[in-house]
């Protein structure tokens, strides 16, 4: 017969599960979605951004649920918003969105400096790296959907500020002074290199140049072995959704063995990030004890990375089996972005995505880039 | 390592070879060699049919409780840890005690094939596995590794008792424990 410490244990693994299941194991809420209900809330959301685009090719940047303008500008994040305008204008064939993204990137054409032998997104004399990475990265998609080839000397250009802003460690400098061409030497950003590292990926794919292939293949290696180790990166490997799509660009080229560790790395936090947020909306207890609402802007980098990485391991047989946990991963983080979007008859909040009362441009950015990779890939399945 | 020795390996880890058979021997103590039979096979036979049941409902079950494989993962490092940390604190005796009175086939029901073998960490584990390593791989293991446990209890007459089986459990709970912490790991990183 059992004894009392054999009950005890009992008790105590079921206890366990308990506790496990209200703390750290709550049900992941997160219906998954069609390919046509990704399709549909990302158009909503692009909606969103073309209802509320100004005349001059801004966008609408903040807005409370009432719909209030809450101001405040990012020209990093402009260039952003209007990558992801010409996706959804793709994804969708739609002229209104592409004439959208068209006067965004009027507005950035505007700003942009030329020094030397490059050409950089400027706002006065600072060029953030991010920024031009971002206009190269919606210059790439847009040559994809249009087949117009006026802006490759651009493209060709961008390619170059951001070659001239990597270190020898592979990794970038995050900002120049366009009037001095000095870079800012001590600026540190988590992200800006994989931003890079997508753009000058798919600049390459489009425009094949050495300097650029070098560019990103360095760029690469330094996330890959280099960047976790850094300050800014307190748990590695970082959630970085960039460097997951330069991965996925790259994946032809071929890409190397640090770099396939590292997609299979970043795989699981993308995972984890995802399965936890989609226990907030699992209600009481599990809403209490897994902390508020991430907003869609960092829900939709991951779903964004995810999806990166499923495209990457339906091609590399280094991750193949990582193909479907990917894919369930992908469709989890969209279920939740669809769950959680605005449906209203304001155009100033239908379609938006709102976190603490308030939504913000690159809420629909990359939620529209997340839920279009999900779409693709259950299309292509 | 070959992925389905690796998971027989953990599945006999979890069926702990040193507490299932000083368990057998308690229960079968004075009674015939007929009853220890019947008790280490049928319990053999009982927790082998739990655990492949368990198996095959993995996905539905999962799904059920909405969460996914590596959390699944993530839980069975946790359960593990239980008996990890007993064999750590104490001997691995004393979890039963002779029942004369009582039918040898109900022994190896309970307490012989449910919970010493088919013990909840295990439960959950093979659910993980399952979930993650797919049904087929998770159930040959289970076999291999209850079949191979199983020869081990019949053979091991005079299992340690005392200092001894103290030592040999505390080495048990120590590969228990490593064990969960890279369930647990793998359940974090998701792999």
Redesign the interface.
Known sequence: MPTRRLWTMLIVSALVLVVGRIVLLGPERCPPPSAAEARAAAAAAAGWLADNQRPDGTYTYAVDRAGRDLGDYNIVRHAGVTLSLYQAARAAADDDLLAAGDRGLAWMVDRLAERDDWVALAQGSDAPLGGSALLLAALAERREMTGDTIYDDTMRGLGRFLASLQKENGDFYTRTNVRTGEPDRVGISPYFAGEALWAIARLQNALPDRLFRTTAEQAARFISTERNDLDFVPVAPLNDHWGSYGFAEMADWPLGDAEADYARSVYGRFQLLIRWEATKDAGAPYSWTHGPERRAAALGTWVEGQGALARLARVDDRLDDLAGLTLDSTRCGAGVLVERQRDSDDVATDGAWFTDDETRMDDQQHAISGLLALAYLLEET | MNDLLQLTIFIALLLDPLASSIAARVLASDRPPRDASVIIAGGALIAFAVLAGLTLLADPLLDA???????AL??AG??V???AL?LLW?TPG??????PD?RAERLAL??YGI??LA???LA?AVIAWAAMEGTGATIGATAIALTAVTAGVFAWRGPPTGRGARVGGAFMGAAMALLALDLVRDG????
């Not at chain 2, 004393?94 to 029942?99: D, M």
Request: aromatic letters at 2%.
């Open positions: 409780l909405d969460i996914s494989a590596p959390a993530l839980a946790l359960v840890m239980v008996p007993d104490q004393n979890r039963v005690r002779p029942a009582a309970f307490p919970p010493a013990s909840p960490a959950v974090v990183i998701a792999t």
